[in-house]
C-alpha cells in the first residue's frame, strides 16, 4: 500500500515542479518529519494550553509569560546565532564543527549567565525570592542547553530530518508531561519553569551524545568559519529585543492579566506560524546551496506564491476563532478580536525565505545596519501604538512592522 500511494505521489509531485520551481520530492520528505513532529508538539502544547487556562489564574499565567519574555531578552547577550554556519559547514564536510560550535557556544555564553545572574540578584534585593530562583536556574541551564543543541543544526545540515524529528518530539513530550504534572499539583509558575528548563537540557545533552556516536563526526574545521557567529549574535541583540520589549512592557504597566490575554490573542496564530516555520530547516539547504543571482532572481516570486496561499488560512482562521475560543478558552473571550486581527501577519511570512540568503552574502557592515533597522521598525512602533492604545496598538505594532520589514528585505536582497 506504501509502495502504491509512493508510485502515485511522485509523478504528481515532478509535475508540480513545472508551477512551483521548487524541488517538490526532497520538499515532501523533509516536510512529513518535520511535520509529524509539529503534529507532536501542537497537540501536547494545545493540551498545556487548556490546563494553563483552567489551572492557572490569569495573573500567574502572566508571571509565567513575563518570565519567558525576560528570558527571552536576556537571549541578546547570549550567543546562539550558529546555526547557518554549522549547516553551511556540514553540508561541505567539516563535521569537526559539531564539537568546536559546542565549546566555542559554551565559552561565549559566559556573558548570559552573568546577565541572568544580575536580574536573579536585583529581583532578590527588591524582595521578589520566587523570580530571584527562576532566573537562577536560567543563568545556570540556559547556556548549556544552548551549547548542547547545535546537535540539531548539524543534523539539518545533514538532512537528517528524522533524526531531528525524533529529537524535537522525545523533547516535546518529556517538556509536556512534566509541566502537566507541576501545575496539576502546584500551581506555581517558578516550578513550572524550573521543570521546562531540567528537561531541555537533559533531552539536549542525550541528543548531542546520540548525534556523535551515530555520526562519528571527522576532525575537518575551517579556522575561523565559527567566527562570523560573534557577529550574527550581536547583529542579533536588537532583533531579540523588539521581540519580547512589547511583553515586558505590558507587564509592567499593565498588569500580569493583561499579559496573559495579550498571549493568548498570539498562541493560536503562533502554532499557525509554528507549522510553516517547518519548512525553513528543510528549505536552508537548498536556498544556502543556490547562487546569489539564482536567489535574487527566484525569492521574489516564493515571497508572492506564498502571501496569495497564505490568504486561506487568514480567512479561514478569522471564520474559526471566535467558535474556537468559545469552546476551549471561554477564559479569554476577550482576546478573540485581538487574534482575528493578528492573523494578518501570516501574509508576509515568505520574508523568511528572503532574509536567508543575505546572512550570508552581505556584508558585515550592512548586516548590522539591516539589524539595526528592523529592531528599530519593530520596537517604535510597539512602544507609540502600546501607550496610546494598549493591547489593540501592540496588535496593530506587529502588523505594521511586518509589512516594513519585508520591505526592507526586498531591497536588501536585490542590493547583496
Not at 300 to 306: E, T, Y
Not at 382 to 406: D, H, P, R, V
Request: with cysteine; proline share 4%; hydrophobic share 50%.
Amino acid at each position: 500500500m506504501i509502495n502504491y500511494l509512493k508510485n502515485k505521489l511522485y509523478p504528481l509531485l515532478r509535475w508540480s515542479e513545472r508551477y512551483t520551481k521548487t524541488d517538490m520530492i526532497y520538499l515532501t520528505r523533509g516536510g512529513f518529519w518535520s511535520g509529524l513532529s509539529f503534529t507532536i508538539s501542537s497537540l501536547l502544547g494545545f493540551g498545556l494550553t487548556l490546563v494553563f487556562a483552567n489551572f492557572l489564574d490569569k495573573e500567574n499565567y502572566g508571571v509565567y509569560k513575563y518570565i519567558f519574555s525576560v528570558y527571552g531578552l536576556l537571549g541578546a547577550v547570549s550567543f546562539s546565532s550558529l546555526d547557518v554556519l554549522i549547516v553551511r559547514a556540514v553540508s561541505r564536510g567539516y563535521d569537526g564543527i559539531l564539537k568546536k560550535a559546542f565549546t566555542y557556544s559554551l565559552k561565549w555564553n559566559v556573558p548570559y549567565l552573568f546577565a541572568s545572574l544580575g536580574v536573579a540578584i536585583y529581583y532578590y534585593l527588591n524582595i521578589n525570592y520566587p523570580l530571584a530562583v527562576a532566573f537562577c536556574f536560567i543563568a545556570i541551564l540556559a547556556p548549556i542547553t544552548t551549547s548542547y543543541n547545535v546537535y540539531s543544526s548539524f543534523l539539518n545540515g545533514k538532512k537528517d530530518f528524522r533524526l531531528i524529528s525524533i529529537s524535537n518530539s522525545v523533547t516535546s513530550i518529556v517538556s509536556a508531561i512534566t509541566t502537566f504534572f507541576i501545575i496539576i499539583y502546584t500551581q506555581n509558575p517558578i516550578i513550572v519553569v524550573m521543570g521546562y528548563f531540567i528537561t531541555h537540557v537533559i533531552t539536549a545533552a542525550f541528543y548531542y551524545s546520540w548525534t556523535i556516536k551515530k555520526y562519528r563526526p571527522n576532525d575537518r574545521f575551517e579556522e575561523g568559519s565559527l567566527s562570523l557567529g560573534k557577529h550574527y549574535s550581536l547583529m542579533n541583540v536588537f532583533t531579540i529585543v523588539s521581540q519580547n520589549i512589547d511583553k515586558i512592557i505590558i507587564f509592567h504597566f499593565l498588569g500580569g492579566a493583561s499579559l496573559a490575554i495579550y498571549s493568548f490573542a498570539l498562541a493560536p496564530v503562533g502554532q499557525i506560524q509554528g507549522l510553516l516555520k517547518l519548512f525553513g530547516p528543510v528549505y536552508s539547504p537548498k536556498i544556502l546551496a543556490q547562487s546569489k543571482e539564482d536567489n535574487k532572481k527566484n525569492l521574489p516570486n516564493k515571497f508572492w506564491q506564498i502571501a496569495l496561499i497564505m490568504i486561506i488560512p487568514v480567512v479561514g482562521y478569522i471564520i474559526v476563532a471566535p467558535y474556537f475560543y468559545k469552546i476551549f478558552f471561554p477564559q479569554y473571550i476577550e482576546a478573540i478580536i485581538f487574534s482575528q486581527f493578528y492573523a494578518l501577519i501570516l501574509l508576509t511570512y515568505g520574508k523568511k525565505f528572503i532574509g536567508i540568503p543575505t546572512v550570508v552574502h552581505l556584508p558585515k557592515k550592512k548586516l548590522y545596519t539591516l539589524s539595526i533597522i528592523n529592531a528599530s521598525i519593530v520596537v517604535l512602533p510597539k512602544l507609540i501604538l502600546l501607550y496610546f492604545f494598549g493591547l489593540a496598538g501592540a496588535i496593530a505594532a506587529e502588523i505594521i512592522s511586518n509589512i516594513l520589514i519585508t520591505t526592507v528585505s526586498f531591497y536588501y536582497l536585490k542590493t547583496m
